[in-house]
């Protein structure tokens, strides 16, 4: 009994280290004053308005970079999650010349950090002219996450019988019919870590929107809240609010999902 006392004790003191510096940002939302020169430890005070808020919204173009953002993610998702899904597929079930050498290739690739690809990056998007586009952003967003998303999904794959696909084959079903309708539903659990990973690589990256994006109206969120930065101060109560909206996306994307976080590992008619 005591060990349990102390175990949920140690929890619940990690749990509000945890928690206070979020509450420390709402508090820095609702402040008109620059709190990060307070001293203070109260989350809420008698001055606290949502007029940070408010401005956001209507004296920026902060909507204009939501929006942006949503696109980018949404369709680098989707490049991501359809070409890892397929290729994946390939070099689980097939065997031809240059396939171990494909998967050595794709796995070298996860050794460099994105950073250090952006000058050959930009050099073959300014000759192809998507520089300041964001078919740019999706080119690299999507190249820079497949490498890993295509080991994850293939790992999945390996793990799914054959027989149920030679049984699919013994009832009529096609190749793609089997890839569609039997393999994608159990691959489940793999598809929404693969859609998660793609989101998020592309949700909150800066680096790389700073150097492809110039136009203003193409910002994405990241470079948006950078712009309240100056050098003479910084606007906390804009980029706080700010992170704190940008945050409800990637949270109701976990709370969307979670039930195949978590149930999904046991779904699949001959999976253990």
Known sequence: ???????????????????????????VSLRGDNAFQSRSLEIFTSSSTISNFVKLFIETDFLIWMRNSLLISA????????LAATSAYALSRY???????????????????ATMLLLPFYIILSHLKLIDSFWGLFIIYSSTALPFCVWQMKAYYDTIPREL??????????????????ILPISSPALVITALFSFMTSWSE??????VLQDPELYTLPLGLKSFQASLGTQWGLYAAGALIVSIPVLILFIGISRYLVSGLTMGSVKG
């Not at 065997?95 to 950090?113: C, E, K, S, Y």
């Not at 696909?165 to 039997?182: H, P, T």
């Open 1 to 27: 009994m005591m060990k349990k006392a102390l175990s949920g004790a140690i929890i619940l003191l990690f749990s509000l280290f945890s928690v206070y510096p979020i509450l420390y940002v709402v508090s």
């Open 95 to 113: 065997r031809f010349r240059g396939r171990n050498f494909m998967l050595f290739a794709l796995l070298a690739t996860q050794m460099f950090p």
């Open 165 to 182: 696909e030679e049984a699919a084959l013994l009832d009529g079903c096609s190749v793609w019919q089997i890839f569609y309708r039997i």
């Open 75 to 82: 369709v680098t998702t989707l490049m991501g999650l359809t």
């Open 206 to 211: 800066y680096v790389i929107a700073a150097v």
